[in-house]
Every structure is written in structure tokens, then in C-alpha cells.
């Protein structure tokens, strides 16, 4: 937001006027600006830029013109509110959403089905020159690891696999209860269960 102006538009035009008028006669052409901002009450240097921004606008003088400085002003505000939202994602509207680079598997998924017809140098060649970095070796490495255990197809009977062990060491009184429950906890269970007669 622009500071409010001190002086109304009125008098500045006024003075602006006047003092062009006064520079056209030679004999009071250096102190134009000091006479009439003292017979108007505002400071010369002000006066002397307002009539100096005259000149340029009218184009008696080199300079950016004020319609010019505005347009000026409005693209870098602009351009700053475009680099915020670039770098900030949370503000750009989905732009690099997921982080800095796409996906580990997007990148292997792409590199896998373009290799045959450029090859997988090239091709991470041209990804690390598009601000998507990633290294041949990163690509054959990642074929040939393992998938990882949130990556498995098997996910859902990983899951029931790892229930069903904890129901049974819950119901044996087994020493894995050891980390979950702590030593007095899997203490009492164990001691629990050597108390219960069985019929062997």
C-alpha cells in the first residue's frame, strides 16, 4: 500500500505549473524551486523532484516515465509473488506437490519404458539436466532391490501373518512379549501361565 500523500494533487500541479512557467525566464531559472516552495510551503528538493518527473513524462527529459515506473512496479510485484509461490508448494497450487523430484518408482517406471528406444544413460542424463537427478547406478540398483515391505504386493497377508504371531505369544506367554510389554509384564504372564496345571 502506497504512503498517503502529504501534499493534496491540487497544490502539486499548481506548483508543478508554476515553476515551469518561472523557469522559462532565464534570470530565475536556478531558484525556481526554492522561491516557490517557500511562497507555497513545501521543500524545494520536493518541488524539484515533482517538476524533474514532469519534464520526464512530458518527454522534455530522459527518464522513466511514471507510467512506466508503475508498470515497472506492478511486474516485479508480480514476479516476487510468482517466485513465493514457486518456491513455497503449500502456496502454488499443486506445483511440486510431492516434493522436489517425482517419485522414486515414477522416475523407474519412466527410464524402464523409454530404455529400449534411447537407452538409460542418455535418458538420466537428460532427467538430471531437467532438475529430476537420478544416476544410471540409481536405476539398475533399484531393479535389482528387493521390494521394500511397504512396496510388497503382499501387504494384507504380511499384516494377518504378523496377528497371528501376536495372538499366539499373547496365549504361550512366549519371552517376544518381552519389548511390547516390558519386563515386569511379560514376568507376570510367564509366571501366570507355569501356575496352570496342565493335563498332559
Request: aromatic content about 4%; glycine content about 8%; hydrophobic content about 30%.
Amino acid at each position: 500500500m502506497a504512503a498517503p500523500r502529504k501534499y493534496p494533487e491540487e497544490l502539486r500541479e499548481r506548483a508543478i505549473r508554476l515553476t515551469l512557467d518561472a523557469r522559462k525566464d532565464s534570470a530565475s531559472r536556478p531558484s525556481a524551486c526554492v522561491r516557490i516552495g517557500e511562497q507555497l510551503g513545501i521543500n524545494a528538493e520536493t518541488l524539484r523532484g515533482w517538476v524533474t518527473q514532469a519534464e520526464v513524462d512530458a518527454g522534455a527529459r530522459p527518464g522513466t516515465s511514471t507510467s512506466k515506473a508503475e508498470k515497472i512496479a506492478q511486474l516485479e510485484r508480480d514476479n516476487r509473488e510468482l517466485r513465493r509461490a514457486n518456491a513455497d508448494p503449500a502456496v502454488g497450487v499443486g506445483f511440486l506437490r510431492g516434493g522436489a523430484r517425482p517419485a522414486l518408482t515414477l522416475i523407474m517406471h519412466y527410464v524402464e519404458q523409454h530404455k529400449n528406444m534411447f537407452g538409460v544413460e542418455p535418458i538420466c542424463t537428460a532427467l538430471t539436466s531437467a532438475s529430476v537427478p537420478i544416476a544410471p547406478s540409481t536405476f539398475y540398483a533399484a531393479r535389482t532391490r528387493p521390494p521394500s515391505r511397504g512396496q510388497s504386493a503382499t501387504k494384507s497377508s504380511s499384516r494377518s501373518s504378523r496377528e497371528s504371531t501376536r495372538r499366539t505369544t499373547a496365549s504361550t506367554g512366549s519371552a517376544r512379549c518381552t519389548p511390547r510389554c516390558g519386563g515386569r509384564r511379560s514376568w507376570r504372564v510367564r509366571s501366570r501361565w507355569r501356575a496352570i496345571p496342565r493335563n498332559d
